[in-house]
Every structure is written in structure tokens, then in C-alpha cells.
């Protein structure tokens, strides 16, 4: 009787909530610099992003959907995958087309958008941001306060506010700029569960290849 009782009670449960497509309330823009994720990752993976000729600087990790605290990922949708000329297209900004599948594959679908205005949206997005040209200019690895990387962002982008920004940091190094827009691409504060700022005051930061 009781193990008949457990199953009712197991059947009787609400199922598990499921991420969808279009619910959700604001979006992180992800930018990484793309000589600290290659001295991270990419020099050990060959990606052609690290190659000496792409002359990369901050690009695009991702436009991601986001609730007030957590994420959706992975949803289901009706949408047309992405082809491979649509995340080639992508490269200029997010490094390589691999990272413009799986930003759409992960996040993408989440949006309720399809692919094509996903992609149109996150170029958007990337393009309202000014990026600090005084990364690009140096010519060796320097260790910086996480702060610097955040207050260069402040100034090239007022009305920017740093609730609205967090910089992150990997393994000793400087990692990203996530910036916090409404889904209009508006700045808005960051949910409290990503605005947790790097706190080093010697991170290092590689010059672009």
C-alpha cells in the first residue's frame, strides 16, 4: 500500500518547468578578449581565432536571455537552424562560426526569435557598446585591477552604470565584460546573480595577437 501511495503521489507531482523560447526578462551581452581567452583556451584547441592575422580585440561571446536570477538554455523551437554561410557571417564579431552555432544552439533558441533576427539583434548589440580602444594599443602582458577593465567601459559608454556591467576573470586572467540590456538593447541593471564583479587587482591581460 504505502509503495502504491508513493506512486500517486509521484504521478499527482507538477512536471519539472521547461525554458521557453521568448520567456524571459532582459539579456547579458557577453564580451570576451579574444588574446585572454586564446593564452586560455583557444592556443591549446588551434582555433583559428588565435591565429597572429585575425587581429582580434573584445568579441562577442554571446547575447544571452536572461531571468532576474538564472537562465534559460537549450529551449525548444520550431526555428530553422542556423546554415553554415549564417554563422560564417557571425565570424567578424564572435571570432569563429563553431561559436556562433553554439551561441544560437545554448541561448539563441531561448530568445523566440529566429535564427536570422538573433543573429541581427546580437550584431545590434555588439554595435552600440564602445569598446576601449586603449586595450588595443598595448604591445605586452600587463596585470591590471578587474576595476580598470570596468571603468574604461564606464567612460566610453555613458549613461553605462556599474550596476549595469560586471567584468569576470579566469585562472588569473581577465576574462570578460558582461553588460546588462533590456530586451529593447537598453542598459538596465544586472540581476544579483551576475553582478558579482572580479575583485583582483593583478589579473593579467595579454595584448591582441
Same mark, same amino acid.
Given at each position: 500500500?504505502?509503495?502504491?501511495?508513493?506512486?500517486? @503521489?509521484?504521478? $499527482?507531482?507538477?512536471?519539472? $518547468?521547461?525554458?521557453?523560447?521568448?520567456?524571459?526578462?532582459?539579456?547579458?551581452? +557577453?564580451? +570576451?578578449? &579574444? !588574446?585572454? #581567452?586564446? !593564452?586560455?583556451?583557444?592556443?591549446?584547441?588551434?582555433?583559428?581565432?588565435?591565429?597572429?592575422?585575425?587581429?582580434?580585440? #573584445?568579441?562577442?561571446?554571446?547575447?544571452?536571455?536572461?531571468?532576474?536570477?538564472?537562465?534559460? $538554455?537549450?529551449?525548444?523551437?520550431?526555428?530553422?537552424?542556423?546554415?553554415?554561410?549564417?554563422?560564417? %557571417?557571425?565570424?567578424?564579431?564572435?571570432?569563429?562560426?563553431?561559436? %556562433?552555432?553554439?551561441?544560437?544552439?545554448?541561448?539563441?533558441?531561448? &530568445?523566440?526569435?529566429? &535564427?536570422?533576427?538573433?543573429? !541581427?539583434? &546580437?550584431?545590434?548589440?555588439?554595435?552600440?557598446?564602445?569598446?576601449? *580602444?586603449?586595450?588595443?594599443?598595448?604591445?605586452?602582458?600587463?596585470?591590471?585591477?578587474? +576595476?580598470?577593465?570596468? *571603468? $574604461?567601459?564606464?567612460?566610453?559608454?555613458?549613461? =553605462?552604470?556599474?550596476?549595469?556591467? /560586471?567584468? /569576470? @576573470?579566469?585562472?588569473?586572467?581577465?576574462?570578460?565584460?558582461?553588460?546588462? =540590456?533590456?530586451?529593447?538593447? *537598453?542598459?538596465?541593471?544586472?540581476?544579483?546573480?551576475?553582478?558579482?564583479? @572580479? /575583485?583582483? /587587482?593583478?589579473?593579467?591581460?595579454?595584448?591582441?595577437?
Amino acid at each position: 500500500m504505502q509503495r502504491l501511495l508513493a506512486l500517486l @503521489c509521484l504521478m $499527482a507531482a507538477p512536471l519539472s $518547468a521547461q525554458d521557453r523560447g521568448g520567456d524571459f526578462d532582459y539579456y547579458v551581452m +557577453s564580451l +570576451s578578449w &579574444s !588574446a585572454n #581567452w586564446c !593564452a586560455l583556451e583557444g592556443d591549446a584547441r588551434g582555433s583559428p581565432q588565435c591565429d597572429a592575422s585575425a587581429e582580434f580585440g #573584445w568579441i562577442l561571446h554571446g547575447l544571452w536571455p536572461q531571468y532576474e536570477t538564472g537562465y534559460p $538554455a537549450n529551449c525548444p523551437t520550431g526555428e530553422r537552424a542556423p546554415s553554415h554561410s549564417d554563422t560564417a %557571417a557571425m565570424a567578424d564579431i564572435m571570432g569563429t562560426p563553431g561559436l %556562433a552555432w553554439h551561441q544560437w544552439r545554448k541561448h539563441g533558441v531561448c &530568445s523566440g526569435l529566429s &535564427s536570422d533576427d538573433y543573429f !541581427a539583434l &546580437s550584431r545590434e548589440a555588439f554595435g552600440r557598446i564602445n569598446r576601449p *580602444e586603449v586595450f588595443h594599443a598595448l604591445t605586452r602582458q600587463v596585470t591590471l585591477p578587474a +576595476s580598470l577593465i570596468e *571603468e $574604461a567601459f564606464l567612460k566610453e559608454n555613458a549613461p =553605462l552604470e556599474a550596476d549595469q556591467i /560586471t567584468i /569576470t @576573470c579566469k585562472s588569473g586572467y581577465i576574462q570578460e565584460a558582461r553588460i546588462c =540590456l533590456t530586451r529593447d538593447l *537598453e542598459f538596465r541593471d544586472c540581476g544579483p546573480d551576475v553582478i558579482r564583479d @572580479c /575583485t583582483m /587587482t593583478s589579473a593579467q591581460f595579454d595584448p591582441m595577437r
